[in-house]
């Protein structure tokens, strides 16, 4: 069965790519009393805040008439910054070279959070340099990855 991302992801891609952007990212939320639904949209020439919204207001729309989630949520709408996550292997290809920080489901060995430089993706697996070693970690075991903007 797929999550809430992945099906939400799928409802919204459509809608979305129709308002000239493309989604790059959807997370929902629950903690505590509140819920939150966040998606990252991405344009080539940069995201405006008109952009976020445009696709706010269709995605909303949409929500109203599909009712995915029950009960009372917060939509929030923008672009991925300069610390964007990475939820594909497409995206973590794009930014190979980069400094990103990974959090892990599970521990491998002996650990769940890792920062290095991305050298690429094998199969399903995000390559990456830390502290002088290699790391193959499966896409399926990542929970979260964000670059690391450099200054």
Do not use: H
């Amino acid at each position: 069965m797929a999550s809430v991302e992945e099906r939400l992801t799928t409802m919204f891609a459509p809608a979305v790519d129709a308002l000239g952007c493309q989604l790059w990212g959807v997370e929902y939320l629950t903690g505590g009393r509140t819920k939150v639904l966040r998606v990252y949209i991405d344009k080539a020439d940069g995201v405006q805040v008109e952009d976020c919204a445009q696709v706010s207001r269709q995605l909303s729309s949409l929500m109203d008439v599909e009712d995915p989630i029950a009960g009372e949520y917060t939509l929030e709408v923008s672009s991925p910054g300069m610390d964007r996550p990475l939820y594909t292997l497409e995206q973590f290809a794009q930014y190979q070279g980069q400094i990103i920080a990974v959090k892990l489901r599970v521990p491998f060995d002996g650990r769940r959070k890792f920062k290095g430089l991305l050298s690429g993706i094998e199969d399903q697996d995000v390559v990456m340099q830390v502290d002088n070693e290699e790391y193959l970690l499966p896409i399926e075991s990542i929970e979260k990855a964000n670059i690391v903007p450099q200054f």
